[in-house]
């Protein structure tokens, strides 16, 4: 006798053949260019599923034929991959001082980006986006648009799409999703830049990490965050407030503070940290605005690559914090993958050395000695490209396209 439990998990005809052309549009994401074959010998399915479920796919657009493979002998099979002109979003990514708006593809790829100054008030910043949504739907061929996929700073309900806290005075509780959905008639989704990051990491970086159990993502910027991709899904927490590793306390000091204690690790590795920490080693006044802080965090990498003794000691501090609070993560969720996002990869080598010295060595520690560490390979694009692929999460997941 099934258990209600077990019965909540069967699946309707219906949602199993949703869940098969996920599958199949997952893996044309993921490969680029497969043949029914290909699909069939992945998936597991027939070649009589693979078939029905493709033509479904060519006849909503969905997916394109392309030139035959090659072939040793028989007639050579067709390759089919997404298609990438009819289904177009609008990724829009808000940091404090830019906002980045791209049009991108089904699969990821940002096809054009503008960068404008970021409006003073969240209606402003709501208004600059719906006026580009507009103007790029004028211009893009008709009904090629298909939503559009935010990310920003801050504590964000991704199932509401509110912005409940952001890093900027005035972003608190806006709902983002519901006044632009209202106003512009197409789906809107909002994740937070950090969770946007691992995301794109998981599906989008190196061919290593496809499939991996447990994902960390630091991003170190102004702030310092972590996404965590369990089971190729993104763990947000019940509140939405995950991977608030910057508040994570490495170096506890006296102090009445609960939040941004004195020695948590946004205030010892962060960006602004880095500026503070080179400029006290070297006696250079300088002090980053909020603005150039990973200008010249780059700057300090380069100084530190070409054996500048302030620059080198600076890494080092900097990397003996983060590698303690890495290294806890890692203990708390054995995780297989740690990629780190931000400035300080400009000096990977050094950074790299640095983290690993805090790291527990020896063989009885298989998950720190088979831990994959390396720099973000999306090139500061991670959060653009979720950001684009957000209006299409539902098609991956379940088969169908998100609807207001």
Not at 275 to 288: P, T, V, W
Request: charge should be positive; glycine fraction near 10%.
């Amino acid at each position: 006798m099934y258990s209600l439990r077990t019965r909540r998990r069967v699946l309707r005809p219906d949602q199993v053949r949703g869940a098969n052309r996920a599958v199949v549009l997952q893996l044309l994401r993921q490969h680029r260019r497969l043949s029914r074959a290909d699909l069939a010998r992945r998936t597991g399915l027939s070649e009589g599923a693979i078939s029905r479920i493709t033509a479904d796919l060519l006849s909503a657009g969905l997916v394109v034929e392309e030139g035959a493979e090659n072939s040793t002998g028989g007639r050579p099979a067709i390759r089919l991959r997404l298609d990438q002109t009819r289904f177009l979003s609008l990724g829009v990514d808000i940091l404090n001082w830019e906002t980045r708006i791209a049009v991108g593809t089904i699969d990821g790829r940002v096809l054009e980006t503008q960068s404008f100054r970021t409006p003073s008030t969240p209606a402003k910043v709501l208004e600059l986006i719906a006026g580009q949504f507009e103007a790029h739907r004028k211009r893009l061929p008709q009904g090629s648009l298909h939503g559009i996929g935010i990310s920003t700073r801050g504590l964000v309900n991704s199932e509401t799409g509110v912005v409940e806290l952001g890093s900027e005075p005035g972003w608190v509780r806006i709902a983002v999703k519901h006044d632009l959905e209202k106003r512009l008639r197409r789906p809107v989704f909002v994740e937070n830049d950090v969770r946007a990051a691992a995301l794109a990491e998981y599906h989008h970086g190196s061919a290593e990490i496809h499939g991996s159990h447990c994902l960390l993502l630091v991003k170190v910027g102004e702030g310092v965050g972590m996404g965590i991709v369990m089971e190729g899904r993104l763990y947000r927490g019940p509140h939405m407030a995950a991977g608030e590793f910057g508040q994570m306390v490495v170096a506890d000091a006296p102090g009445l503070e609960r939040h941004n204690r004195p020695g948590c690790i946004e205030r010892l590795a962060s960006n602004p940290a880095v500026c503070e920490r080179y400029s006290r080693l070297s006696g250079n006044k300088y002090r980053a605005n909020p603005g150039d802080s990973a200008a010249q965090v780059k700057r300090i990498c380069h100084l530190a690559m070409e054996g500048d003794p302030a620059a080198r000691d600076t890494l080092a501090e900097t990397c003996r914090y983060l590698g303690v609070g890495i290294t806890n993560a890692v203990w708390a969720l054995d995780a297989e993958v740690v990629i780190l996002d931000g400035a300080l990869t400009e000096a990977w080598p050094l950074v790299a050395a640095g983290l690993r010295e805090q790291f527990p060595a020896g063989e009885e520690f298989p998950n720190f000695r088979n831990l994959i560490l390396r720099p973000s390979s999306l090139a500061g694009e991670a959060t653009m490209i979720t950001a684009i692929s957000l209006p299409f999460t539902s098609l991956f997941s379940t088969g169908e396209a998100a609807r207001v």
